[in-house]
């Protein structure tokens, strides 16, 4: 499926405006979701009940508070909450251009892709060009859904990214953690050193990892699913959707029956595996003899086999 645009903006900075197209950068589609049910498999509906009166209180009632003192609260309507929201703005208005590195990865939120609109090549691949020469990034103000934000635009091989930062009262630092400081030895930096160069990489690869949790409670589905553990809901509305849902999920389960029988058997041991064994035999007699009398560490525990990953759907 194309990626579908966001919004239609414009980068600008001094006099020049480049015409963008926004898109989002990441999908929200790992976790797996549950209902909330009753035992008997009915649906439950949620309402807010009055502290004074334990009446319910209906959606269009209600307001919102702000507490200024315990259980004291100043109330705003939807119409003063509505005065008080940044209006959303079309222009991303860079302010300055700072080297990509100076900005700390934990002031990292919200990721979107920026792609040139009409008769926006031009100018946006001369921007990219620039940002990747100079080793520079952008900064920027930008009103989006009814708040301000600082962005940081950088360029990468493929494009320009737009960061959304968080602002310095909302990134905690280290100095809250009162971590005091730890004198290491020569012979334990050396082992170290030796254990990094043994597993490195040459660059971070996003397919060597794959969501377990996911995977496990995936598999504990399809081992309900198998043995007909399903209950429909006995909502009228629902019954004919809870049906074909689950004849869906049984074709695709026989569907996968080959391909699960198939992948069953324990991977072999990974080659970064093999080079951690080895160069922890290094570490231990060494660090022993510089440090008589220390504790043995614990044996570690045995590895949890995990079911074989299913390859995911495109979409």
């Known amino acids: 499926m194309a990626a579908r645009s966001m919004a239609s ?24 979701k549950f209902n909330l049910l009753a035992k008997d498999g009915s649906r439950v509906k949620q309402q807010y009940i009055s502290e004074k009166d334990q009446t319910v209180v209906a959606r269009s009632d209600m307001v919102k508070g702000y507490e200024v003192e315990k259980d004291k609260f100043v109330l705003f309507s939807a119409e003063e909450l509505k005065k008080l929201d940044e209006g959303s703005s079309h222009v991303i208005d860079i302010v300055s251009f700072v080297p990509e590195k100076s900005v700390d990865p934990r002031y990292y939120d919200k990721a979107y892709l920026l792609a040139p ?47 959304q930062l968080l602002y310095a009262d909302e990134v905690r630092s280290f100095k809250e953690l009162a971590i005091e400081p730890v004198e290491v030895s020569t012979a334990e930096l050396r082992l170290a050193l030796q254990l990094i160069e043994q597993i490195s990489e040459p660059a971070y690869d996003p397919t060597q990892f ?106």
């Not at 609109?117 to 920027?140: F, I, N, T, V």
């Not at 570690?300 to 495109?314: G, L, M, N, Q």
């Open 9 to 32: 903006l414009n980068l600008s900075f001094g006099l020049v405006s480049i015409p963008v197209r926004l898109y989002a950068a990441t999908e929200s589609a790992a976790s797996v």
């Open 117 to 163: 609109d009409k008769r926006g090549g031009k100018p946006y691949a001369l921007l990219l060009e620039a940002m990747r020469s100079s080793g520079q990034s952008a900064l920027a103000k930008w009103a989006w859904k009814a708040r301000q934000y600082v962005v940081q635009v950088r360029a990468t091989d493929e494009g320009l990214v737009l960061q």
């Open 210 to 315: 794959k969501d377990e949790e996911k995977v496990r409670v995936l598999a504990a589905i399809d081992a309900k699913i198998a043995g007909q553990e399903v209950v429909a809901s006995t909502h009228s509305e629902d019954a004919p959707a809870s049906a074909q849902v689950i004849d869906l999920m049984a074709a695709l389960q026989a569907s996968l029956g080959k391909k699960k029988t198939a992948t069953a058997a324990a991977a072999p041991k990974s080659p970064a595996a093999k080079k951690s064994s080895t160069v922890t035999a290094m570490i231990q007699p060494e660090v022993a003899k510089e440090r008589k009398g220390a504790k043995r560490a614990p044996a570690a525990e045995p590895e949890v086999a995990t079911p074989p990953a299913r390859k995911s759907a495109k979409k």
